[in-house]
């Protein structure tokens, strides 16, 4: 096992794209009529909140989507919840009991929640016309909106389907006081009186975790980290977290290099509101042994150049969740043309339509016998890739949330005026 | 070049989904839910989710699940067929789509109840349309507008547009026969097949025909 701790060479996002550079993807009058929807909210002011600046999906979105708003002429601001580790361990707690794990908790860690919570209010201005609040951390934020005006809409990434009932009963009432809640899945919600949208969650094909790299680029990243180019590379990108299951993906290439030849990479690192990440490592490296075709990369949150280039060198990507709120490493997978074998949880069915644009499977030992067989049949591999491609082009890509959030915020005005 | 008597005058249209709390377990529940659902949730699992479903083997979102995870393909092939051209309104296609799994039903009584691998979620599809400047009084300025659309824009002008406006057409072949009097050129474009086609195909397919008639 060879266990990386890397400093890319790279900064955060090395170049930042404007509206029309998507022109080239999804087409010119796509960004048209963007300027047109964006046009008719009259220069109202929105607020994005949430719980951590880097690490993790819903960073990677509000990343991009704020200044893509912006240059919409939607003055957008991203501000991220304050708290401390005790805090963020509640939280981590509340989300895991959220995707159906127990909760052990103790009746103070929900008054720790309502003080963070209150100490934030403090320094928060929530006055602009629309205030986003990102999953479970600050939906308590919603108090503050008594005597305003605005619209208030709750933004769901998790996957609500079986929460624990202690943790959902205590975050339910704030929910209640939004105008809207949003779901990545029909299947995430929960009988709510406010009205629920479906938003899928999106990636950027322009971000340096998506966009086009020089083969050398590609090389000199494998080199680094000491992959080889010439045998077949299963990759699984997540932050080192149980409900990942990087450990059953070990196991599962256990039982693929009975038979074929290849390399293991698990790649990713923590986010500020996880504080298992180094836990969870420490399991994988153990579960890892001393096995050197297993590649351990624990890269910091800015490393997307080299997440890219790992996608890009690899024969199969992995994503054996075992819950999962939406999964947008599947969809970078299936935009780089890569196969996906993925658990069929969340919103991987979404994006993995199976035998279409990839393998679904519900187990260690079916991910190892897709592993096989698509090691086996590297045609069919290749036409994986190309159908997900083209599902993720339609479907997944930034500019189509960008369009929902500007059709959301028409839709809460003109419910607001009685048309 | 023919100038119209009025112009034909885009929209930027689009959908959101919103999540309805009804679920089907069952094709039993899946027949009663049918009845009572709203029509903009008919309209969202046929005339919306028509797009999507050039990746699977079946044209709604009723037969996909039907296919998917109630094992029925003979009742998926049945909803599959129904084709939305031939309705001009939401109740007679809800009318169809529900007898179709009734009568089924009546003959294959043992799986009316059998629990679904997943169930079926309905939601609805609630359209926002804005009007666009754009406008036009020629075939050329009509292909140069379909060219600037988005794809959601170009479902609403060329496969929703028979909701809208009780016809069997769409929005261009309506403007084509009444405003240029091209009745001709208005049926071409009507059978242009967006089953068996993506957005873009139809896009293509109806510049096509638009530059083949002005050539």
């Known amino acids: ?419 | 070049m023919k100038q119209a008597k009025r112009p034909f005058e885009f929209v930027a249209a689009t959908y959101l989904t919103q999540i309805c709390p009804e679920r089907a377990w069952t094709l039993a529940e899946l027949a009663q839910n049918l009845t009572k659902v709203s029509d903009a949730c008919i309209f969202n699992h046929t005339f919306q989710s028509l797009e999507s479903h050039h990746y699977t083997s079946f044209s709604n979102d009723f037969a996909q699940w039907v296919m998917a995870a109630c094992n029925e393909g003979a009742l998926a092939e049945e909803l599959a067929a129904i084709d939305l051209r031939d309705f001009l309104s939401i109740e007679e296609l809800r009318k169809i789509l529900s007898s179709t799994v009734e009568n089924y039903l009546r003959k294959n009584p043992q799986v009316a109840d059998r629990p679904a691998f997943e169930p079926f979620h309905f939601c609805e599809a609630v359209e926002v349309v804005v009007p666009l400047e754009a406008r036009a009084f020629t075939l050329a300025e009509l292909a140069e507008g379909i060219k600037q659309l988005s794809l959601h824009t170009l479902h609403y002008h060329f496969i929703s547009s028979r909701l809208r406006l009780l016809l069997r057409t769409n929005d261009f072949s309506h403007w084509i026969e009444d405003s240029l009097e091209l009745p001709d050129l208005a049926q071409r474009l009507n059978r242009i097949d967006f089953y068996m086609n993506t957005l873009d195909g139809v896009r293509k397919e109806i510049l096509q025909v638009l530059n083949q008639w002005n050539h």
Not at chain 1, 34 to 53: C, D, I, Q
Not at chain 1, 134 to 140: E, F, G, I, L, M
Not at chain 1, 214 to 228: H, K, M, S, T
Not at chain 1, 389 to 397: G, Q, S
């Open chain 1, 1 to 419: 096992m060879e266990s990386l701790t890397s400093t890319p060479t790279t900064q955060p996002e090395s170049h930042i794209p404007h509206l029309e550079d998507y022109a080239a993807i999804v087409g010119r009058s796509e960004i048209h009529e963007l300027r047109e929807f964006a046009h008719r909210l009259g220069g109202r002011r929105v607020k994005m909140m949430n719980s951590t600046a880097v690490g993790g999906g819903v960073a990677e979105i509000l990343n991009r989507l704020v200044p893509l708003l912006d240059e919409l002429g939607v003055p957008t601001r991203w501000e991220v919840l304050k708290g401390g580790e005790d805090y963020f361990m509640v939280t981590k707690a509340f989300h895991n009991a959220l995707h159906g794990e127990p909760f052990d908790g103790h009746p103070e860690w929900f008054e720790l929640f309502l003080k963070v919570t209150e100490e934030n209010r403090r320094w928060i201005e929530l006055d602009e016309d629309f205030i986003v609040i990102h999953d479970p951390q600050p939906v308590a934020l919603v108090q503050a909106r008594e005597g305003r005006k605005n619209h208030w809409i709750w933004r769901c990434h998790i996957d609500l389907s079986r929460p624990n009932p202690q943790v959902w009963n205590f975050l339910r009432p704030f929910v209640e006081k939004y105008d809207a809640a949003l779901f990545s899945a029909p299947s995430f919600t929960q009988g709510l009186p406010i009205p629920q949208f479906l938003f899928y969650p999106a990636i950027d094909p322009l971000s340096d975790k998506n966009r086009e790299l020089e083969p050398e680029f590609i090389q000199n990243v494998l080199e680094r980290f000491g992959i080889d180019p010439n045998r077949p590379i299963l990759t699984q990108i997540s932050r080192f977290d149980r409900l990942k299951d990087p450990v059953g993906v070990i196991q599962a290439y256990h039982r693929v290099r009975k038979y074929l030849d290849c390399q293991l990479v698990l790649a990713g690192g923590g986010a500020t509101d996880d504080p298992e990440g180094e836990i969870v490592l420490r399991e994988v490296q153990e579960a890892a042994g001393t096995d050197p075709d297993i590649h351990i990369l624990n890269l910091p949150p800015w490393s997307h150049l080299e997440i890219n280039a790992l996608q890009r060198a690899s024969t199969i990507v992995i994503q054996k969740s075992l819950r999962e709120g939406f999964g947008l490493t599947v969809s970078e997978a299936l935009l780089k043309k890569k196969p996906v074998i993925a658990s069929a949880v969340g919103g991987i069915p979404f994006q993995v339509i199976h035998k279409v644009t990839g393998l679904l499977v519900q187990s260690v030992d079916g991910a190892a016998y897709q592993i096989r067989f698509l090691l086996s049949n590297p045609d069919i591999a290749r036409k994986f890739g190309e159908n997900g491609y083209e599902h993720v082009k339609e479907n997944f890509l930034l500019t189509h949330n960008v369009k929902r959030y500007l059709v959301l915020f028409l839709r809460l005005l003109a419910a607001n005026s009685g048309k």
